[in-house]
C-alpha cells in the first residue's frame, strides 16, 4: 500500500517520441522505518528506450504502510 510518493534529482537526458517503447529499472537505494506504521523506500528509476539508450533518469521516494 503507498500512502505518497515524491521525484526529486530528474536527468532528462534524450527526447521520447510517439510510437517509442519505454523500459523502467527499479533500484532500492534505502528502506527507512519511519513510525510502527509505516516506512519510506528510497529509488534510483533508470527509463530506457527501444535501444537501452537511457532517456531519463531519477529518484523516487514513496510511502508504503507495512502489511498487518
Known amino acids: 500500500h503507498t500512502n505518497g510518493c ?33 516506512g519510506e523506500v528510497r529509488w534510483h528509476v533508470t527509463l530506457l528506450n527501444q535501444n537501452d539508450a537511457t532517456v531519463a533518469e531519477y529518484e523516487l521516494l514513496t510511502m508504503h504502510a507495512y502489511a498487518s
Do not use: E, M
Open 6 to 38: 515524491r521525484f526529486t534529482q530528474q536527468r532528462l537526458q534524450q527526447p521520447v517520441s510517439a510510437g517509442d517503447r519505454i523500459k523502467v529499472q527499479l533500484t532500492v537505494k534505502k528502506k527507512t522505518p519511519r513510525t510502527d506504521t509505516y
